[in-house]
């Protein structure tokens, strides 16, 4: 039996979003910089050693109030529990949609909230980087990383696991990251505005699931 049509999509990094801003001839990619900062991480760190950065589509999406509480960033798998390309909930199979960047195919969509992310203090939002990182698999397969029991995507207690994620992220600045990450990581939303006059990225909807069949 052939496996489910899958929608494919593609990545266009030449296509770039501005976040409230004016177009100057320099404008400030956010996301080729989270890009490289996600990328000095995982080779800093052996706990994200398994992550390709190359299959990971880093986005951006604009918040919808300027508050400082709310969703900051957010891991979307593109595939299910042990790498499966689908999954059946309540009788119905679903697929998720395949995404390439040329001819790779990408297995994570990371999401970063602006200019919400850019607002909180530097060490937050290293641990935000952090925290959604460590939710991929360490099978790299495009499922996230799945704890026992109920709460499987942040173990028995989110804020043991925040709390573990904050230590990393002291290690990754205590073994000295290259002066740009901590110009980065201090540059609030505003700043960025101010010297750059834009803030561009990579802008992708969220992809949602494919009903393919039932049973």
């Known amino acids: ?46 706990e994200f050693a398994h992550i390709d950065m190359r299959r990971v589509a880093v986005t951006f999406a604009q918040a919808k109030k300027r508050v400082p509480h709310g969703l900051q960033a957010k891991l979307t798998p593109l595939r299910f529990e042990g790498g499966s390309a689908t999954t059946v909930r309540r009788g119905v199979t679903y697929a998720a949609p395949t995404l390439h960047d040329g001819e790779v195919e990408l297995l994570y969509v990371l999401t970063f909230y602006l200019p919400r992310f850019l ?33 499987y995507a942040h173990s028995h207690s989110q804020a043991q696991y925040d709390a573990e994620m904050a230590v990393l992220a002291e290690r990754y600045l205590e073994a000295g990251p290259p002066g740009w990450v901590d110009r980065f990581l201090n540059s609030r939303f505003r700043d960025l505005q101010s010297r750059h006059g834009a803030v561009v990225g990579l802008k992708l909807p969220i992809p949602k699931l494919i009903p393919v069949g039932r049973g």
Do not use: N, W, Y
Not at 2 to 11: G, I, N, Q
Not at 125 to 147: M, N, Q, Y
């Open 119 to 151: 607002d909180h203090v530097p060490k937050e939002k290293l641990t935000t980087v952090l925290h959604e990182l460590h939710h991929v698999s360490p099978a790299f397969d495009g499922d996230i990383r799945r704890f026992p029991g109920r709460c």
């Open 1 to 46: 039996m052939s496996p489910p049509p899958r929608r494919r999509l593609r990545v266009d990094r030449a296509a770039r979003s501005a976040v409230q801003g004016s177009k100057q001839s320099e404008p400030f990619d956010f996301t080729l910089t989270m890009r490289r900062l996600c990328e000095d991480v995982c080779d800093s760190l052996p």
